[in-house]
């Protein structure tokens, strides 16, 4: 009935790394994907670029695609669901990855009947290196999240969870990059103050926190054990160890997160209560 597996509304930063991705692994084939964005320079480049067809409108998309990618900011999705609406019927899956739009409050447009899912990715997706979390509605059949959890890992890793982990996870995750961008800068400013290049402190942080991160993931070893692998007793490490613990690096980070999962908790409930 539907001739394309995806189509993809808003081809923006996220929207434009997944279609590469997915065409570049080869995930869906590039017959079977279907784009629209509202930017025409974007409809232009982009279906040069990756040979894929654009649709004429939300709604044309809508008509041929079994599973519908909306990757518009949080401030259009009403618009973009309003339009798809009429469309959608219960054989078709939406999937958001707007921050902070609840199931809830799609349903305000979408049949509570059709299959839901929330992505919360972020940035390294532009690399293939995302941490994404996906949570489902109850629609949704095993085959179904199959699709989705292949085009995600297309881009990174994937995990699933239930919709109300998705503000700990914008806190962690999705906002998580910014803080991991600090840490890399601070630490090459440190090469710096110790007489290193910019340019190769730079690397040096970027890639001793990617390996650090690999070496974990990889071997599963907990983090405090990896730590004490380099920490020699009355060595350096454990000097700059100390410092770090009277600095409450730990704390800071945990209150990062927190502060950021509840301002996440209230944007989502100020939103709640503007569209009562
Ligand atoms: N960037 C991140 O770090 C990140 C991380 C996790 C999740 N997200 C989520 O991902 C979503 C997309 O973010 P992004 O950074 O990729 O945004 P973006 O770069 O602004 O991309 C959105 C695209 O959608 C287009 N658009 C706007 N209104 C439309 C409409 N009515 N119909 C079709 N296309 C429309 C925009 O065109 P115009 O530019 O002309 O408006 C733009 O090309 C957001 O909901 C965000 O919450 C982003």
């Known amino acids: 009935m539907y001739g394309k597996e995806l189509g993809i509304i808003g081809t923006g930063k996220i929207g434009s790394a997944l279609l590469g991705r997915l065409i570049s692994t080869n995930t869906i084939d590039r017959s079977k994907i279907i784009a629209y964005d509202k930017d025409e320079n974007k409809r232009n480049k982009l279906s040069q670029e990756y040979k894929i067809e654009y649709a004429e409108s939300n709604e044309g998309l809508a008509r041929v695609s079994k599973y519908i990618l909306v990757a518009v900011i949080p401030q259009v999705i009403d618009t973009v669901l309003k ?17 902070g739009v609840s199931f809830n409050h799609i349903n305000k447009f979408i049949n509570p009947a059709v299959g839901l899912i929330r992505i919360m990715t972020n940035t390294p997706a532009l690399v293939g290196a995302a941490a994404t979390v996906i949570a489902h509605n109850e629609n949704i059949k095993d085959h179904q999240l199959e699709f989705v959890k292949g085009i995600f890992n297309a881009v990174g890793m994937v995990v699933e969870l239930e919709e109300r982990h998705l503000d700990a996870v914008t806190g962690l995750s999705g906002s998580g990059p910014a803080y991991i961008f600090i840490i890399i800068e601070a630490l090459a400013d440190g090469g710096v103050k110790m007489g290193l290049p910019r340019a190769t402190a730079l690397k040096l942080a970027a890639q001793t926190l990617l390996g650090s991160a690999k070496l974990l993931l990889e071997t599963n ?56």
């Open 83 to 99: 339009e798809i609406e009429p469309i959608i019927t219960n054989e078709q899956v939406i999937i958001s990855i707007a921050a």
């Open 221 to 276: 070893i907990h983090p405090a054990a990896l730590k004490d692998m380099v920490t020699t007793p009355g060595g350096t490490t454990i000097t700059a160890i100390h410092e770090l613990e009277s600095a409450k690096i730990r704390a800071t980070l945990i209150r990062a997160v927190e502060a950021a999962t509840l301002k996440s908790k209230s944007l989502n409930s100020a939103k709640i209560n503007n569209n009562q």
